[in-house]
């Protein structure tokens, strides 16, 4: 049996958001496409037995397949190599001035595979919490370390959850302040409820966000189930 497989009794939330309505609501929303395999670790994911292990094992493996997608959102240029047989191959290469962010603590755990994927890549972070007296009132920005010329950089913006919209929102007023443009801001995360795409997309629209699943269940507890903390 694989690691992390779930009983045959355990049932995955069913969404009630087709791809066409999400498609038609949200523009600047990209679902990775369903397949096999994304299921599966979606549903190891979601699965409150799976040991810390095999949640961290696949949850690597579905923000890997997250970052690798929204690679293709940054901008490229053509270029021309000699292969070793002396011949010119034109391909492409990235742009420079891109970077990572991530929220502290669940996005640090996406900080791994972006760094597999860009060795060389900028990352700052932000530590945003809510106020535990006073649920009503927005996320507060508690530490913000940026590379100093973030306004001239491609942003991607990691957190893995996205329920309420309020982090990620807070986040991006954050880069705001510091002259990131919005559209240049790719935020990439694992789940995310409609009611937080309506939260964040109503004050900035021309963000992109990458996701694996539109659900109205985000209660994963990524965070402390991440870092094993969760006990």
């Not at 011949?87 to 742009?95: L, M, Q, S, T």
């Not at 990572?100 to 760094?115: H, P």
């Not at 929102?169 to 789940?191: A, G, P, Y």
């Not at 992109?208 to 006990?231: M, Q």
Request: charged letters at 25%; aromatic letters at 8%.
């Amino acid at each position: 049996m694989m690691a992390g497989t779930p009983p045959d009794n355990f049932i995955l939330p069913i969404t009630k958001y087709s791809g066409a309505a999400i498609d038609d609501e949200f523009s600047r929303l990209h679902v990775l496409k369903s397949n096999n395999q994304i299921s599966w670790l979606r549903t190891i994911l979601r699965n409150a037995k799976t040991c810390h292990g095999d949640f961290v094992f696949n949850a690597d493996r579905l923000i890997r397949l997250v970052i690798e997608e929204a690679l293709n959102f940054l901008p490229t240029h053509n270029k021309t190599v000699i292969t070793p047989k002396g011949v010119p191959y034109e391909g492409k290469a990235f742009n420079k001035g891109n970077c990572g962010v991530s929220l502290v603590r669940s996005g640090e755990a996406m900080e791994k595979s972006l760094r597999e994927c860009c060795r060389s890549i900028r990352i700052g972070k932000m530590l945003i919490r809510h106020d535990d007296d006073d649920s009503c009132r927005p996320p507060k920005v508690i530490y913000v370390r940026l590379p100093p010329d973030i306004a001239e950089r491609n942003v991607l913006l990691m957190y893995p959850l996205m329920n309420t919209g309020g982090t990620i929102h807070q986040s991006i007023k954050e880069l705001k302040k510091n002259n990131v443009k919005e559209d240049r801001i790719i935020i990439c995360t694992l789940f995310v409820t409609p009611d937080s795409l309506r939260h964040v997309f109503a004050s900035f629209p021309t963000v992109r966000i990458l996701t694996t699943e539109v659900n109205e269940d985000c209660a994963l507890h990524f965070g402390e189930r991440y870092f094993g903390t969760d006990n």
